[in-house]
C-alpha cells in the first residue's frame, strides 16, 4: 500500500512534468490512471510547435538521470511509439552539468585509498565530460602516462533505484490492467533497462567489458580499446589510457588528419560485424562521440558502459534474417522468423512473407546508400501485434545500435551503405557456421559428446538396477496376492536395455 501511494505520487509529479511540454501521449496511451492523466492534461502547454518526440525528449531530459536513459531505452521500440518519435528520442543528450572537482577527489580518494596527489601527477578539476551517470577528468599519473578516470556521480545509484521502482510499478500495473500490452512483456523490458542501468553503477564492470573488448580484437590492427589502470579502478572510479584521437563523427576532421574515412568506415563495419557475430558482445553505445581515429588510423571506442551479448542461436537467426532481406527472399525471411519460434504457430507463413514483403521493398527499393536495417528490424518490431508476436527484449538493444552505426556510417560517407561492406562477411560466417561441413561437424560433437556421457549415465543406472534388485528380492519374500505374475528383468537387463536407450539418444541427438 504504501509502495502504491509512494508511487502514485511520484507518477503526479511526472505527468505534470510531461504536460509541462504537452508529452502526455505516452502516459495516456498506456491507459494508466486515467483519471489522474486527465487532470494534469489541464495543465498542458498549448501550441507548442515542436514535433511530439522532441517535446517528449525534453521532457524527460528535465527529470533527471534515470528518464534520460529511458528515453534513450525507448528510441529502439517503434513498436510502441511512432517512428518520428523514436528517431527524436534516439538524439536525446546525455548530458547534465558537472558536479564539482573538489567532490570527484573526495570520491576518488575513498574508493582508492589514498589522496590524489599520491595516484596522480596532476588531475584537471575541470571534466572534459559530464553525463547523466558520470563525469570524466584528464589526469597524468605518477609515473608519467596520461589517462582519463571516470567518476561516477554522487547519490545517483540510490536515486537510480527509487526511478526504477516506479519503472516496475507502472510496468505491473499495465500488465495486470492492460492485456493489450502483455505481450511487449513491460516487466521484463524494465528488468533488461535496470540491468544495463545497474552495470553501468559499477565501474568494475565497464573496465572488465573494455578489456573482453581489447582482448576480442588482440590480433586486429585496424581495432583495438584502450588499456584500463587496474591499480586506479574501483567501484565508483575507472582509470583508462587517454585516447588521442579525432571523433569518428566528423568527417572533416578525420580527412584532416590525413585519414580515408572510407577506410575507416569499412573497419568500423568490420569490428561492428565481428563484435556480433563472431563474439556475441558488442559494444552498444556507438554514437560518433563514443569511438575515435588515432593517428595511425586505428579505430579506439570509448565508454563501455553499455554492452550487449548475444548467443549463438541468435547470432545464427539474426545471421539468416538478414542474408534474406539483403537478398530480398522474403518468405525465407518469413520462415526465419517460424523457425525461430518467434511467430506463434496457427500464423500463415504465406502471409507473413507477405508482410515483410511489405515492410522491406520500400526499403530496399531506394538507392543503396539510403538502406537502413535497423529501420528495417524496427518496421519488423511494428507487425508483431497483428502477428501476435511476444516481443524478443535480447534484440532491441542491438536495433539501437544498428541504428548508431548507420548514423556514424552516414557521416562518414553518406554514399555508401554500412551494410553492403558487411555482408560478404555475414555470408562468409554464414557458410562456416551453417553450411554441410559445419553441420556434419556439430551432428558428430553431439554424438562423442553423448558417448563421452555414456559412463556416467551407466553408473546411474546401476544405482536404479540395484534398487530393482532388492525390489525383487522383497517380493519374492513377500509374494502379493495376484493371481498373475509377469516376467521381470533382472539388473544385467536393466541396464542392458538403458544403456541401448541411451546410446540411440545421444546418437539420435
Aim: charged letters at 25%.
Amino acid at each position: 500500500m504504501l509502495r502504491a501511494l509512494r508511487n502514485s505520487w511520484r507518477l503526479l509529479g511526472m505527468a505534470l512534468s510531461f504536460a509541462r511540454h504537452d508529452a502526455l501521449f505516452p502516459l495516456e496511451s498506456l491507459g494508466i490512471a486515467p483519471a489522474l492523466i486527465a487532470w494534469a492534461r489541464l495543465f498542458a502547454r498549448r501550441n507548442d510547435a515542436r514535433r511530439p518526440g522532441e517535446r517528449l525528449a525534453a521532457a524527460l531530459q528535465e527529470m533527471g538521470p534515470s528518464f534520460i536513459k529511458l528515453g534513450q531505452a525507448l528510441s529502439t521500440r517503434a513498436d510502441l511509439l511512432s517512428e518520428q518519435v523514436a528517431a527524436d528520442l534516439a538524439k536525446l543528450q546525455d548530458h547534465l552539468p558537472a558536479f564539482p572537482g573538489e567532490e570527484a577527489r573526495r570520491i576518488i580518494e575513498a574508493e582508492l585509498g589514498q589522496p590524489v596527489e599520491v595516484l596522480f601527477e596532476s588531475f584537471d578539476d575541470v571534466p572534459v565530460a559530464a553525463a547523466s551517470i558520470a563525469q570524466v577528468h584528464f589526469a597524468v599519473t605518477t609515473d608519467g602516462r596520461e589517462v582519463a578516470v571516470k567518476v561516477l556521480r554522487p547519490g545517483i545509484a540510490r536515486a537510480f533505484e527509487r526511478d526504477l521502482d516506479l519503472f516496475y510499478w507502472m510496468a505491473e500495473l499495465v500488465e495486470r490492467t492492460q492485456p493489450r500490452f502483455r505481450r511487449l512483456k513491460p516487466v521484463e523490458s524494465v528488468r533488461a533497462f535496470a540491468d544495463v542501468v545497474r552495470f553501468e553503477m559499477d565501474l568494475r564492470m565497464e573496465a572488465a567489458a573494455a578489456e573482453e573488448l581489447g582482448q576480442n580484437f588482440a590480433d586486429d590492427p585496424g581495432y583495438r580499446a584502450p588499456t584500463i589502470d587496474w591499480d586506479r579502478t574501483a567501484g565508483r572510479v575507472m582509470t583508462q589510457e587517454r585516447v588521442d584521437g579525432t571523433p569518428i563523427g566528423d568527417r572533416d576532421a578525420i580527412i584532416a588528419a590525413g585519414h580515408d574515412p572510407d577506410a575507416i568506415m569499412k573497419k568500423s563495419a568490420e569490428a561492428f560485424f565481428y563484435q556480433v557475430f563472431r563474439d556475441g558482445f558488442f559494444h552498444a553505445d556507438m554514437h560518433g562521440g563514443n569511438a575515435f581515429v588515432d593517428r595511425d588510423g586505428v579505430v579506439v571506442p570509448v565508454d563501455f558502459g553499455i554492452m550487449g551479448r548475444v548467443d549463438e542461436d541468435t547470432r545464427g537467426y539474426l545471421a539468416e534474417l538478414l542474408v534474406a532481406f539483403l537478398r530480398r527472399d522474403y518468405r525465407a525471411v518469413a520462415e526465419v522468423q517460424f523457425r525461430a519460434g518467434y511467430v506463434p504457430e496457427g500464423q500463415s507463413l504465406e502471409v507473413f512473407a507477405q508482410a515483410c514483403r511489405s515492410i522491406g521493398e520500400p526499403i530496399f527499393g531506394k538507392p543503396s546508400h539510403q538502406i537502413s536495417i535497423a529501420r528495417l528490424l524496427a518496421q519488423l518490431l511494428r507487425v508483431t501485434e497483428q502477428f501476435e508476436m511476444a516481443v524478443q527484449p535480447q534484440l532491441l538493444l542491438l536495433q539501437k545500435t544498428m541504428l548508431m552505426a548507420e548514423g556514424m556510417g552516414t557521416r562518414l560517407n553518406p554514399h555508401v551503405n554500412i551494410w553492403e561492406l558487411a555482408q560478404p562477411l555475414i555470408e562468409e560466417w554464414m557458410q562456416t557456421h551453417f553450411g554441410p561441413r559445419a553441420t556434419a561437424s556439430r551432428a558428430f560433437e553431439d554424438v562423442a559428446q553423448g558417448l563421452r556421457r555414456l559412463p556416467r549415465l551407466i553408473d546411474s543406472l546401476h544405482v536404479v538396477a540395484e534398487h530393482e534388485r532388492r525390489k525383487a528380492e522383497l517380493e519374492q519374500a513377500n509374494p502379493p496376492p495376484a493371481p498373475h505374475r509377469s516376467r521381470r528383468f533382472g539388473p544385467s537387463e536393466v541396464i542392458a536395455i538403458l544403456a541401448l536407450v541411451a546410446a540411440i539418444a545421444a546418437w539420435w541427438h
